[in-house]
């Protein structure tokens, strides 16, 4: 074979190994980015990923559990929260009862993910007084936190700081989760995703709130 002959075959080898770009290529591409581009300007990434977490959830890898009895600190109860209507809650008033307090953001998608087990726990336990459950939103605005809890048909109390967060519950992560026992002790120090809606832990704080009725 000559070098023309040669050169012929590689050619020919080279457009076959060259992958043609087909019309339907194109149109599957311009679907992708028009979805990442509308959850991009729409704000709805914590939902998308927040949902995708909830998938994780529901394997009970990342459960809920108490710390250990060792690792317990003392609560700071110097703070307080604003509810939407503006009343003034004083974590001082709360002394005596176990507190389940989680810090969040709608922007935030383990949050998001983790929400519904949060609801689930509080609407198993919502009859027990000695229970009380304050969801603290890091949101800048107010309405942007109760407007998400509306639509997702949560019943769940929000807050906002209303005063400097002690040393003991900033982490600088959300979520982050503290349970507080009747004697003013930090039992769960949660950062991260997790679910609170299983057995282990409605049992864990239903011990706590029979403290303080006996």
């Keep these: 074979m000559n070098l023309f002959g040669h050169f012929s075959v590689l050619s020919g080898m080279a ?7 087909s019309k339907r290529d194109i149109i599957e ?10 959850i991009y300007l729409t704000g709805s990434q914590a939902e998308v990923f927040g949902r995708v977490q909830q998938v994780v959830l529901k394997t009970g890898v990342m459960n ?25 809650l004083d974590l001082k008033d709360l002394k005596g009862k176990t507190i389940f307090m989680n810090y969040w953001a709608t922007w935030c998608a383990p949050c998001v993910a983790e929400m ?12 027990d007084p000695n229970i009380v459950f304050l969801l603290i939103s890091e949101d800048r605005e107010m309405r942007t936190a109760t407007a998400w809890i ?16 002690p040393d003991v519950y900033e982490t600088g992560v959300v979520p982050t989760t503290f349970v507080i026992s009747p004697e003013g002790k ?26 303080t009725s006996s």
């Design 116 to 127: 519904p087990s949060i609801d689930g726990l509080r609407e198993r336990l919502k009859d």
């Design 29 to 38: 591409l311009a679907v992708i980015v028009t979805i990442f581009a509308v």
């Design 64 to 88: 809920a559990s108490e710390l250990d009895e060792e690792a317990y600190l003392q609560a700071d109860y110097d703070l307080k929260l604003v509810d939407p209507t503006g009343q003034i």
């Design 186 to 211: 930090i039992v769960v120090a949660k950062t991260g995703l997790a679910n609170y809606d299983t057995r282990r832990f409605r049992k864990l704080l239903q011990r706590l709130s029979a403290k």
């Design 150 to 165: 509306k639509r997702k048909g949560f019943d769940l109390p929000i807050y906002k700081l209303a005063s400097k967060i």
């Design 15 to 21: 457009k076959k190994e060259k992958k043609k770009v």
